[in-house]
């Protein structure tokens, strides 16, 4: 099965399940843009297929991450406005005393 995030304004507001056979092209293989065509047409918006297994753009999608296009990566939430996102794990590092986990 492959998932899909709908994204608006960078925030990802859906997610969805898509049949892997769906996203086939005429040679058989899969293709993320017939995915994202389909749920479009089906959902309308702007579709981004992300990973369950986290294999691709940074996590798997969750409603309110943030969907950054030029990293091509979903971000959580900050856990607080000090949190400095960490640039290898697209994490964000709590710096704050109050804070000291690293989410």
């Not at 997610?15 to 309308?44: H, M, P, R, T, Y």
């Not at 709590?94 to 804070?99: L, R």
Request: glycine share 6%; net charge negative.
């Amino acid at each position: 099965m492959a998932h899909f995030a709908k994204i608006e304004n960078n925030l990802v507001t859906q997610v969805v399940v898509v049949n892997n056979e769906v996203l086939k092209d005429e040679n058989g293989i899969e293709q993320e843009s017939i995915g994202s065509q389909f749920c479009a047409d089906l959902f309308g918006g702007t579709w981004i297929q992300t990973s369950y297994n986290n294999n691709f753009r940074g996590r798997y999608a969750g409603i309110g991450n943030t969907y950054d296009a030029v990293l091509d990566v979903f971000i959580e939430p900050k856990c607080h406005d000090e949190a400095v996102l960490d640039e290898a794990t697209y994490q964000w590092i709590c710096t704050n005393e109050a804070h000291t986990i690293k989410e």
